[in-house]
């Protein structure tokens, strides 16, 4: 079955970094868009960014954009979040997600000093 599982989230302090996986299995990633979403404490989801099948098209959320970075190894078919010069209101749940579809269960991201 379609399975997301994502990893690599923490504790960081402000302007830190951090890198996201999302490890799929049950499909291939290569014929699908894929999306990062976040939700923060409190509030509804929120899109992060989305990343072409082939990997050649990228958009970003534009309170990420200059910051974060998506990737996509399809040989791996892991899907990745660079996250640079991180804030406190980054503070999320972020998850992954095929397309608009499935979605994993999440990796806590906490920025704090």
């Known amino acids: 079955q379609v399975q997301l599982v994502e990893s690599g989230g923490g504790l960081v302090q402000p302007g830190g970094s951090l890198r996201l996986s999302c490890a799929a299995s049950?499909?291939?990633?290569?014929?699908?868009?894929m999306t990062w979403v976040r939700q923060a404490p409190g509030k509804g989801p929120e899109w992060v960014s989305t990343?072409?099948?082939?990997?050649?098209?990228?958009t970003y959320a534009d309170f990420v954009k200059g910051r974060f970075t998506i990737s996509r190894d399809n040989a791996k078919n892991t899907l990745y979040l660079q996250m640079n010069s991180l804030k406190p209101e980054d503070t999320a749940l972020y998850y992954c997600?095929?397309?608009?579809?499935?979605r994993g269960q999440g990796t806590q991201v906490t920025v704090s000093s």
């Open positions: 997600a095929r397309g608009g579809g499935p």
């Open positions: 049950g499909f291939a990633i290569s014929t699908y868009y």
């Open positions: 990343i072409s099948p082939s990997g050649g098209g990228t």
